[in-house]
């Protein structure tokens, strides 16, 4: 991942923008971040897939657990609906609805943080980062 070894920032904005790029179907979208981060987070990503009767690749909503915030993305007739949510002592003291590109950054910058101290999600971010690992 460039700049992560050696101290320096990762671009957000470009990897936000790459990856906001897939979103021609949201879908899709969703389907790259579960792929690339459910071996990282484990049971802090959950996933509901759109199917009712037969398991579905497509996927209705994600959350993910990092920290105190939860990252919650639903796709609504094709287009995905976004919050963050903080915690406080496991109670929910905030919630906001946000747009897609808000929602990406503020993601990826809880992964970023998180990614200092924990090989598995350094790895996951470098997959998002230089697309391997799909």
């Known amino acids: 991942m ?3 070894e050696d101290g320096g920032d990762l671009d957000l904005d470009l990897l936000a923008s790459s990856l906001h790029a897939d979103d021609g179907d949201v879908r899709v979208l969703l389907r790259v971040l579960v792929t690339r981060l459910s071996g990282a987070l484990g ?3 959950a996933v509901e897939r759109a199917g009712r009767f037969r398991k579905s690749e497509d996927i209705r909503q994600v959350s993910i657990l990092l920290g105190d915030d939860q990252f919650d993305a639903t796709v609504d007739r094709g287009s995905l609906e976004c919050t963050v949510s903080r915690s406080s002592g496991g109670i929910r003291i905030r919630s906001s609805r946000v747009g897609t590109d808000e929602w990406l950054r503020r993601l990826l910058g809880a992964l970023r943080s998180e990614a200092q101290t924990t090989e598995s999600t350094r790895v ?3 997959s998002l980062v230089i697309g391997n690992g799909t």
Request: proline letters at 0%.
């Open 2 to 4: 460039a700049g992560a």
């Open 43 to 45: 049971e802090r990503l």
């Open 124 to 126: 996951a971010l470098e």
